[in-house]
């Protein structure tokens, strides 16, 4: 009986503590709960039902602490990405006719966004509400002109929204980017979250299973990570998953070993060497597509992708090696960043529609991921 008085009393001491620690906005819906936080506009922890009664999971990896977002060696968990996330080969590229030289942190490459991205940058919230069993946050960001070598000042609001979900699956978590400029200048803002089904510091996900509305591949030039620009058919290659396939069942490929695993990028929705024409204003759709769904086998929680942006990034936590939330210590592949934005090198690369934003246009990127719960799958029987 003492033994649950100080449990409780610990609890209570461990929730003052997290308290202290974050100025995290915490979102409700009737079964889950999101928090974010100012800096990267990050998606900090993302909580569903477990399976014993009152029991909450935390799907996605982060750390307990804010500052520990701004530490350098933090690989962008939960943070948006800005103002251009991926990559831009050589760091430079060129608007009407002139050259711009960003900020070089990975080798030769500007890396999302530069050495300082918009996911150690300090968003101030500028509204936030609730409706219902619904509730929003909207984080805004100014990036000032030359800021990491981009041109032009760009005026960025992020808007997180927790709703039920029509179908009585944990719920909907929407994600609404809109940005606007002063002058020309690439923009591709996008989350970069890290999933973990069976909960974060759990250990490896490379169980789960991906399914995700992508015929092509976007390979890279050789053995760096930069798109060629062309577009591969993943039919019977390692990169197929028009259907439900482990992220595991292809990960130790030889011809995956200089990334360490997944770390890839797929043309979304049929998309290939049509895809410059058959976008507009940055989006495929005005609402947000069904891309994919992640899928814990175990545990039967799953997460479904919605997107109007045209790529895919896949990046199985190849280089995970760090202290994380709630005590866990995350290790290769205990965690699968999944990114939906615009295709890596694209202000470099024709073939890809253009991430250039021009005074008087509005960036808009959406993005929204559903929560849901299989039930769980039968464990594989010894007699087969
Ligand atoms: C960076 O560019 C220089 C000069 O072209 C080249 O020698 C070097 O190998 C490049 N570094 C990387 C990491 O690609
Ligand atoms: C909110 O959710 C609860 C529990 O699911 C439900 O009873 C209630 O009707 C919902 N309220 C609204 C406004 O949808
Ligand atoms: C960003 O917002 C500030 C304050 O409202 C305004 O002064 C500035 O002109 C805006 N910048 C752009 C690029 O719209
Ligand atoms: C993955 O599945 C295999 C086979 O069912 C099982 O032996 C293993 O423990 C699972 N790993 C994790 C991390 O769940
Ligand atoms: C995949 O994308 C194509 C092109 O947008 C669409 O026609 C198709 O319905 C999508 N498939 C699924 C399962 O959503
Ligand atoms: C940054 O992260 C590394 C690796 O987890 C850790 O060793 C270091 O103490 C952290 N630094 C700060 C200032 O938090």
Redesign the pocket.
């Known amino acids: 009986m003492s033994g649950g008085v100080l449990r409780l009393a610990a609890l209570a001491m461990l929730a003052a503590a997290a308290a202290a620690q974050s100025d995290a906005v915490v979102l409700k819906n009737s079964r889950m709960e999101v928090h974010i936080l100012p800096t990267g506009a990050t998606l900090q922890r993302v909580l569903v039902p477990g399976r014993k009664k009152g029991e909450m999971v935390d799907v996605v990896l982060g750390f307990d602490e804010e ?2 977002y701004r ?4 690989p962008q968990m939960g943070s948006t990405l800005g103002r251009v996330g991926g990559r831009i080969a050589g760091a430079r590229f060129e608007i009407d006719g002139v050259e711009y030289r960003t900020s070089a942190n990975a080798g030769n490459d500007t890396m999302h966004g530069g050495e300082i991205g918009w996911d150690r940058r300090q968003f101030s919230v500028v509204d936030k509400g609730e409706e219902g069993n619904s509730s929003w946050v909207t984080l805004e960001y100014q990036s000032p002109g030359g800021e990491m070598g981009f041109p032009g000042a760009v005026n960025c609001t992020v808007t997180y929204t927790l709703r039920d979900d029509e179908d009585g699956e944990y719920g909907r978590l929407e994600y609404e980017v809109k940005a606007v400029t002063d002058q020309p200048t690439p923009v591709s803002v996008y989350l970069h979250p890290y999933f973990n089904l069976a909960g974060q510091g759990s250990g490896s996900v490379l169980n789960h299973t991906l399914v995700m509305n992508s015929s092509y591949l976007v390979p890279y030039a050789g053995q760096t990570p930069v798109p060629s620009g062309e577009f591969a058919p993943v039919a019977g290659t390692i990169y197929d998953f028009q259907t439900p396939t482990a992220l595991g069942k292809h990960v130790d490929s030889p011809k995956l070993e200089w990334l360490g695993g997944y770390d890839n990028v797929w043309a979304l929705f049929g998309l290939g060497a049509d895809a410059v024409g058959a976008m507009q204003d940055f989006q495929v759709a005005a609402e947000p597509q069904w891309a994919a769904k992640l899928l814990d086998p175990e545990s039967g929680r799953g997460v479904e992708f919605y997107t109007t942006a045209p790529a895919m990034i896949v990046y199985t936590g190849n280089g995970l090696d ?2 994380g939330k709630d005590g866990a210590q995350y290790k290769a592949h205990d965690g699968v960043a999944i990114e939906v934005g615009q295709f890596p090198n694209a202000v470099n690369t024709p073939t890809f529609p253009s991430v250039v934003l021009r005074p008087g246009q509005e960036y808009v990127n959406r993005a929204a991921w559903r929560f849901t719960q299989d039930r769980p799958a039968k464990q594989p029987s010894n007699a087969e």
């Open positions: 500052q520990s530490n350098g060696s933090n760090q202290p």
